[in-house]
């Protein structure tokens, strides 16, 4: 059981960590998946990409020093993911100069270094991975009814006029308002409890 | 910010909802990765070989050299393992040459066949093995490790 001070990446490098780690899969996978098909790799592939970030995390973490002025878990996350989806596509070329490297600060740096004066292209990968699988979860486990989500998808979606969503839907156009917000509070509320999973506190 | 997510979200919303089918046995095999990197002997780290559990229930290693290392029920192996669903010379490990930090397995003309990831290797077939990844022959599961160039993680 979680207590109120204690995150899911402080139970993660526990001696008896196996359910910290099925949570954290199951908070991850689809983040990681989906960024390695950003990246375009194959759907094998982007489970070789899953598999090995979790197998390292599984071999650093438990001897990690997480020391927050270096930066974010988030960042040294998505370091991890980007090398290992980097790697795969080296293999596919066979190519001898892509091989493993031991995770660095300069290398966090670069993949959260910002060129332009926004967030790196890794990041903003990350971010839409994050609010793809956001979407995904509150698809699939009921929280939004199918009749919401219609409504959502017709005014939202396909951008049809919202009296023409309300006269369909046989409800008020406010409802229509109504729902188009609800939906989008809960897909950043999601986000929000991904990110905070990993004991990473909310962007501002 | 809350504009520019929003807008995001819309510009999402459904086409990628279902798009990422979920890791089929990825979680299992994690499992068994997490077993071992518990009770794998010391250091665990910079193991640069094979993993499984032996008949007592207690992790056992091998390390893979440029060698190959044959692996089945005959006497004449490496690495012998006592399962009647292995073939006498069942495959080889050893570790890639090719620029690589990574194992290969050839499997020997096996029987049951030679499985990786839940995917079985032609016969006589080949293949890279990477961190993390599960052999089976047999019947008894096996796990790769390959650390990084230093000799394993670092803090």
């Not at chain 1, 897909?187 to 004991?199: P, T, Y």
Request: charged share 30%; proline share 5%.
């Amino acid at each position: 059981m979680i207590t109120t001070n204690e995150s899911l990446l402080d139970r993660l490098r526990a001696d008896n960590a196996q359910e910290a780690w099925r949570e954290f899969f199951a908070a991850y996978w689809g983040v990681i998946l989906r960024y390695g098909r950003k990246m375009g790799l194959r759907q094998d592939q982007a489970e070789d990409v899953l598999q090995e970030t979790m197998v390292v995390l599984m071999r650093k973490l438990p001897e990690f020093v997480y020391d927050r002025r270096k930066g974010r878990f988030r960042n040294f996350l998505l370091t991890i993911v980007h090398r290992r989806a980097l790697a795969v596509f080296g293999r596919e070329a066979r190519n001898p100069a892509v091989a493993w490297e031991e995770l660095s600060p300069e290398l966090v740096n670069q993949v959260s270094k910002d060129h332009r004066g926004g967030e790196s292209e890794a990041q903003a990968r990350w971010r839409e991975a994050l609010l793809e699988e956001a979407l995904r979860r509150l698809r699939c486990d009921g929280r939004l009814g199918a009749g919401t989500l219609a409504v959502f998808e017709a005014y939202v979606v396909r951008a049809e006029p919202a009296i023409q969503v309300a006269r369909r839907f046989k409800m008020t156009e406010n409802s229509v308002y109504q729902i188009r917000n609800r939906v989008l509070r809960r897909v950043k509320a999601e986000v929000r409890r991904l990110q905070q999973s990993a004991g990473d506190p909310l962007e501002p | 910010m809350a504009d520019q997510t929003e807008d995001r979200i819309v510009s999402l919303f459904p086409a990628t909802a279902g798009d990422v089918a979920p890791p089929r046995e990825v979680y299992e095999r994690l499992e068994l990765v997490a077993r071992m990197l518990r009770g794998a002997p010391a250091p665990a780290s910079s193991h640069f070989g094979l993993w499984w559990l032996d008949s007592d229930g207690k992790v056992a290693a091998v390390p893979a050299g440029v060698k190959p290392m044959v692996i089945g029920r005959d006497a004449s192996c490496d690495l012998i393992l006592e399962s009647p669903r292995l073939s006498r010379r069942h495959c080889a490990i050893r570790r890639f040459n090719g620029g690589l930090a990574a194992l290969e397995i050839e499997d020997l003309g096996s029987s049951n066949g030679t499985w990786v990831n839940g995917v079985r290797l032609p016969i006589q077939g080949r293949r890279i093995l990477f961190d993390g990844d599960v052999v089976e022959i047999g019947g008894v599961a096996l796990v790769v490790a390959v650390p990084g160039p230093a000799g394993g993680p670092s803090r």
